[in-house]
């Protein structure tokens, strides 16, 4: 196990270097070091939705709760536990959390900010993908609280797992649950993939593409040569007229 000196967390997976919260290096427990952090776990009997249990989560929730992040900042502790931060992945975010709820919360699936006025090519896909994502996912599943697809009053089985477990992945890192509980949810993962059934955690742990980064930077390219095409367009002809008075 592995502790965050400055935040006081416990990570019980070997394979973490920093810390989710705050970025610091984490530093080996030896035997006898206090580890003051209670065990949680995930419970799935009987076929039951997974359950998270806990003998203890204040001390954790206080850590996490105390900083009181903002959606952009969950976002982005989102982001550092699969190592993404790039447009493409912080668009999925918000596309799934758009299917959260019975309620819409908003139109746009992700929020427009100053953001977009350097991916005007996502800006775009964001206005034409909510018009369509408002058409299609008109269906609600009490038992997942997703809505979802088609128009059969039953949700299909499989898809409500995953959904519950991506609510689960989402709502332990922004708790701090996932500090506990990473190794758990890994070999879970990996008894679904061998089952051949699709894992919401093993997804987005392995959802890497190479051309991601490349997008975004060929967006952001694109966008600041469009702007700049148009100012020069706009300010040229003035700079003529101001010289020729």
Not at 4 to 22: A, E, G, Q, S, T
Not at 46 to 52: E, G, Q, S, T, Y
Request: aromatic share 14%; net charge positive; with cysteine.
């Amino acid at each position: 196990m592995k502790k965050c000196r400055n935040c006081k967390i416990v990570f019980h997976h070997p394979d973490r270097v920093r810390c989710l919260y705050c970025e610091t290096p984490l530093v080996v427990l030896e035997d006898n070091d206090p580890v003051d952090d209670a065990i949680a776990f995930l419970s799935t009997e009987d076929d039951a939705p997974p359950v998270l249990l806990s003998t203890d989560i204040r001390p954790l929730e206080q850590v996490i709760r105390g900083r009181e992040p903002r959606p952009k900042e969950a976002r982005v502790v989102i982001g550092n536990y699969f190592k993404s931060r790039t447009f493409y992945f912080f668009y999925g975010l918000s596309r799934n959390e758009l299917k959260m709820g019975q309620v819409y919360k908003r139109f746009f699936v992700q929020p427009f900010n100053l953001a977009f006025f350097l991916m005007i090519p996502w800006a775009v896909i964001n206005v034409v993908d909510s018009l369509f994502f408002h058409l299609r996912y008109k269906m609600y599943c009490p038992v997942c609280k997703w809505k979802y697809t088609g128009r059969s009053a039953t949700h299909d089985p499989r898809e409500c797992a995953y959904n519950r477990e991506y609510t689960l992945v989402i709502n332990a890192i922004l708790s701090g649950f996932i500090a506990r509980i990473e190794p758990t949810f890994h070999s879970q993962a990996m008894a679904e993939v061998k089952r051949g059934q699709r894992s919401a955690y093993h997804e987005l742990c392995t959802h890497k593409n190479k051309f991601e980064k490349s997008l975004d930077i060929a967006s952001l390219c694109f966008s600041c040569g469009l702007i700049t095409y148009f100012t020069m367009a706009v300010l040229v002809p003035l700079i003529g007229d101001l010289l020729l008075l």
